[in-house]
């Protein structure tokens, strides 16, 4: 395992199934349980959407990293947890399903880039997860699995939202039926991730991604991220009307008058303020 992926000494445990430290404005949310190639119960499923929750609210992070300690990002939802449950399985998915649908709304909602650092396998639930995220940087050895199906399951975390948004229907519909491995390449090739490093290299690769964004204007990131979110379910007309709004809007905003002063000056623009 690499030195970069071990827990550092002063990491804050919440409690010990996810780690949360920081990278100068960068937030790093590591996901904790190894053994179980960090696959999701439903306190780990609780405890990541609430710090998500907590990064998106504070103001000295401009980003966030996700990844997974061990040799994998995420293998989805603990099924041996979910045999186990004192109400059946069915009970366990629908429980484990709306805290982690949580989790992902707040991936979603963030006004803030939100990146994949995918090393090993992100399956099942890992897989929607890395997917509900802005941006993927994958190692070249990583693999890319949706899962579900072969499990005869249906597939959650936003997966039926992201894929076919990504991919287009015809595509998604391949993923969900044949559920075949996707290698970096082909996840590249398909545009699933934004960018592959080296094995062991990932982590680092998405830090350095969200230290670029952070230097970035988050409140058009935010405007942009919610525009192209919703213009899926809007007409042209009333997404035309919303992106006279957003960019009105934006231009009143200290980032957007900035931007412009920085324009007219030919500076580079400054939006990190105390």
Not at 57 to 62: H, P, Q, W
Not at 168 to 197: C, K, M, N, Y
Not at 214 to 219: E, G, K
């Amino acid at each position: 395992m690499p030195a970069k992926y071990r827990r550092p000494k002063e990491a804050r445990t919440v409690p010990e199934t996810i780690v949360v430290t920081r990278d100068g404005a960068v937030a790093k949310i590591l996901l904790d349980r190894p053994k179980g190639l960090n696959a999701f119960d439903l306190e780990m499923a609780d405890l990541l959407a609430r710090q998500l929750a907590t990064v998106a609210a504070s103001d000295r992070v401009r980003a966030v990293v996700l990844a997974g300690q061990g040799r994998a990002f995420c293998a989805g939802g603990d099924l041996r947890w979910a045999a186990g449950h004192p109400e059946g399985p069915p009970a366990a998915f629908r429980e484990l399903a709306g805290r982690f649908h949580e989790a992902v709304l707040e991936i979603r909602r963030m006004p803030k880039p939100v990146i994949a650092a995918v090393e090993g396998v992100a399956a099942g639930g890992g897989f929607s997860l890395a997917l509900a995220c802005d941006f993927r940087v994958m190692s070249r050895s990583a693999t890319l699995r949706q899962a579900y199906t072969a499990s005869g399951l249906g597939i959650d975390g936003g997966g039926t939202f992201t894929l076919p948004r990504l991919l287009g229907l015809a595509r998604a519909l391949e993923v969900a039926a044949f559920d075949r491995p996707i290698s970096s390449e082909q996840a590249l090739a398909w545009g699933l991730v934004t960018s592959v490093a080296d094995d062991g290299q990932a982590l680092e690769a998405a830090v350095a991604m969200g230290r670029g964004l952070a230097t970035r204007s988050l409140h058009a990131f935010a405007l942009c991220k919610r525009l192209l979110t919703d213009s899926f379910e809007t007409g042209l007309e009333a997404q035309l009307d919303r992106e006279r709004d957003a960019i009105a809007a934006s231009a009143a905003h200290p980032d957007g008058q900035e931007g412009l002063r920085a324009f007219l000056d030919k500076r580079t623009p400054s939006y990190l303020r105390p």
